[in-house]
C-alpha cells in the first residue's frame, strides 16, 4: 500500500498543487514566452519528480521531453510547442480535479493568460470529462492524464 490513509494521500495532493504545480508551471510559462529554454528545461525537470511521485505519468512524461527538448540545440521550437501546448492542457485539468477533489475553486491564471494567448488550443470549460473524486483513494492512487482529459486508474 502506498499511501497509509485516504488522508495523507489527499494532503499529499494538495502539497503537489501548492509547493511544485503553481510554481513549476508559472516558472515553464514564463520561460515558454520569453523563449529562454534553459530555464524552460530547469523548470520541466523540476516538476517531473513531483509528477511521477503522484503517479501523474502522462504529465511527467511531458515534463520529460519538454526538459529534453529545450535543452537540445539547436532547441526544435514546433516540438517544443506541441508538448508546451500538451502540458498547459493536462495541467489545467489537474488543476480542475484537484479543485473538485479539495471542493474548492482552482486557481487557474496561469492557464487563462496562456490560453487568451492561444485561444484554438483552450480545453472544454468543463470539468465533467474528469473523474469525481471519489475515484481518487489511497489504493488507487494513479492519474493518468492524456491530453487534458484525467481517468482514476481503473
Same mark, same amino acid.
Given at each position: 500500500?502506498?499511501?497509509?490513509?485516504?488522508? !495523507? %494521500? $489527499?494532503?499529499?495532493?494538495?502539497?503537489? !498543487?501548492?509547493?511544485?504545480?503553481?510554481? +513549476?508551471?508559472? /516558472?515553464?510559462?514564463?520561460? %515558454?514566452?520569453?523563449?529562454?529554454?534553459?530555464?524552460?528545461?530547469?523548470?520541466?525537470?523540476?516538476?517531473?519528480?513531483?509528477?511521477?511521485?503522484?503517479?501523474?505519468? *502522462?504529465?511527467?512524461?511531458?515534463?520529460?521531453?519538454?526538459?529534453?527538448?529545450? $535543452? @537540445? &540545440?539547436?532547441?526544435?521550437?514546433?516540438?517544443?510547442? *506541441?508538448?508546451?501546448?500538451?502540458?498547459?492542457?493536462?495541467?489545467?485539468?489537474? $488543476?480542475?480535479?484537484?479543485? $473538485?477533489?479539495? =471542493?474548492?475553486?482552482?486557481?487557474?491564471?496561469?492557464? =487563462?493568460?496562456?490560453?487568451?494567448?492561444?485561444? #484554438? /488550443? #483552450?480545453?472544454?470549460? #468543463?470539468?465533467?470529462?474528469?473523474?469525481? @473524486?471519489?475515484?481518487?483513494?489511497?489504493?488507487?492512487? &494513479?492519474?493518468?492524464?492524456?491530453?487534458?482529459?484525467? /481517468?482514476? +486508474?481503473?
Amino acid at each position: 500500500e502506498m499511501y497509509s490513509s485516504e488522508e !495523507e %494521500f $489527499k494532503e499529499m495532493l494538495e502539497n503537489f !498543487e501548492d509547493l511544485s504545480l503553481d510554481k +513549476n508551471m508559472r /516558472e515553464i510559462h514564463a520561460a %515558454f514566452k520569453a523563449r529562454k529554454y534553459n530555464d524552460l528545461s530547469s523548470a520541466a525537470f523540476s516538476l517531473r519528480g513531483p509528477t511521477g511521485y503522484i503517479c501523474a505519468s *502522462a504529465l511527467c512524461e511531458a515534463c520529460w521531453e519538454l526538459h529534453s527538448l529545450a $535543452k @537540445a &540545440q539547436p532547441p526544435d521550437e514546433p516540438r517544443i510547442m *506541441a508538448v508546451y501546448i500538451a502540458m498547459m492542457k493536462a495541467s489545467k485539468s489537474l $488543476k480542475i480535479y484537484l479543485g $473538485k477533489l479539495f =471542493d474548492k475553486q482552482p486557481d487557474l491564471s496561469v492557464f =487563462d493568460t496562456y490560453f487568451e494567448e492561444f485561444p #484554438s /488550443e #483552450s480545453p472544454p470549460k #468543463s470539468a465533467s470529462m474528469l473523474v469525481p @473524486a471519489t475515484t481518487m483513494t489511497p489504493e488507487r492512487p &494513479q492519474i493518468l492524464i492524456d491530453d487534458g482529459k484525467m /481517468e482514476g +486508474n481503473k
